[in-house]
């Protein structure tokens, strides 16, 4: 992929050259919306768990009661599934939905910010699910560490596809 570097006042930015419009979804495309899902993932831990744990502020049972729904399929809901269905959503579900939605979310220009439009409208939904039954201090660090991490994730499932493959842009 070719880019040309747009110097601004105290900014300096690459853009794709690519016509996203002639960026068809490929299985190379998939492949990269899916390792940038995956160094997403790896990205936004220290923010989400790492820091918070450091703090006594992460818990495990939300992450249990995430798994909850294993019931359903006679599994026991647990820390472990819990974590390996978080990954399988940063990895495969998550960057699946950026290749089709992204392309309609803003903003226009750099491309790669909306990865975290994309993640900041996730995060409503993550807010709910991973809510902590905790005091004042860990609900108000909850909400800011999970907006941080998604947004790192965000960026770097962005980021990562518009330098690998380009984003690609659908006609409705």
Not at 50 to 73: K, N, W
Not at 86 to 109: I, R, S
Not at 115 to 128: D, E, N, Q, S, V
């Amino acid at each position: 992929m070719s880019s040309e570097t747009s110097e601004t006042p105290g900014n300096v930015v690459e853009e794709e050259l690519i016509d996203p419009a002639e960026i068809p979804i490929t299985a190379r495309v998939v492949l990269a919306a899916m390792g940038g899902g995956l160094l997403g993932t790896v990205a936004m831990l220290p923010v989400l768990v790492g820091l918070p744990g450091l703090l006594g502020l992460f818990r495990t049972e939300p992450v249990t009661r995430f798994a909850g729904f294993a019931e359903f399929f006679g599994l026991e809901p647990t820390v472990t599934l819990g974590i390996a269905l978080f990954g399988f959503g940063g990895t495969v579900a998550l960057p699946l939905t950026f290749l089709v939605v992204g392309a309609f979310l803003p903003p226009e220009a750099p491309r790669y910010l909306r990865g975290a439009t994309f993640a900041t409208a996730f995060w409503f939904g993550f807010l709910p699910g991973f809510w902590p039954s905790a005091g004042l201090l860990t609900t108000a660090s909850y909400v800011l560490f999970s907006l941080a991490g998604h947004w790192v994730y965000g960026l770097t499932l962005g980021y990562v596809l518009t330098r690998t493959t380009g984003l690609p842009q659908h006609e409705v």
